[in-house]
């Protein structure tokens, strides 16, 4: 049984630029969240999709964006790029009710 | 927004020996959850936590859900080798709101 897929592993852009972040929910799940992590803190709520809506958003500017499919699957987009962006991008997904959310592995972004 | 901070930042423990860890928060939380994260991977459910006072183990792990709710502890007994890594403490409201609130973390390091 698949866990949470998240593509790219690693990325590297340069400031200014725009990047497009992937995620498969574990199966049977239906709601995806995304969080940043920086380096050596805890991971940061950016927000949450459910029936292809956001449902809530965390304290992030509208340079951040995303999207989930009709098969339950999320992109999470960051333009304009800043050199503060670089972080540990997270995907997790659940059922949607109270509890735990199972994380993917997340894609290394460094901004330059 | 909320502020989860926990505590000790780090930990150097013998192998063996048993380890304690707790989380405090501003604010209330339903559902408060633990953790850990190993070096480039995503962040690992062990305990979930539903209820006020709530005591709940999964193996050699003990968390429980403050009284207050605003607060809660885990335990590792026996520490072994591949306890290593960072434990993140969540907070959960779910009215609504069904987002991760993460502590600081704690590092533990098991010393063979």
């Known amino acids: 049984d698949a866990g949470v897929t998240q593509s790219p592993t690693h990325l590297i852009k340069t400031r200014g630029q725009q990047v497009t972040l992937r995620c498969s929910p574990k199966?049977?799940?239906?709601?995806v969240s995304w969080y940043q992590q920086a380096l050596g803190q805890g991971p940061q709520f950016i927000f949450q999709y459910y029936e292809e809506e956001e449902r809530q958003r965390g304290n992030f500017p509208d340079r951040f964006s995303g999207h989930q499919f009709p098969n339950y699957s999320s992109e999470l987009n960051v333009n304009a790029l800043l050199l503060g962006d670089s972080a540990l991008y997270l995907c997790?997904?659940?059922?949607?009710?109270?509890?735990?959310?199972?994380f993917g592995s997340g894609t290394r972004l460094t901004v330059v | 927004g909320q502020q989860l901070n926990q505590s000790p930042q780090s930990m150097f423990i013998q192998e063996g020996e048993d380890v304690s860890m707790n989380c405090t928060s501003s604010s209330i939380f339903n559902t408060w959850l633990w953790y850990k994260q190993d070096p480039g991977e995503g962040p690992v459910l062990l305990i979930a936590?539903?209820?006020?006072?709530e005591l709940t183990s999964n193996g050699r792990l003990t968390a429980q859900f403050g009284i207050t709710r605003k607060d809660s502890f885990l335990n590792i007994s026996a520490s072994i080798p591949s306890d290593v890594g960072i434990y993140f403490c969540?907070?959960?409201?779910?009215?609504?709101?069904?987002?991760?609130?993460f502590g600081t973390g704690t590092r533990l390091t098991v010393i063979p």
């Open positions: 997790a997904s659940s059922l949607g009710g109270p509890g735990g959310y199972t």
């Open positions: 969540a907070g959960q409201l779910y009215t609504g709101a069904n987002n991760l609130f």
């Open positions: 936590l539903y209820k006020a006072g």
């Open positions: 199966s049977g799940h239906d709601t």
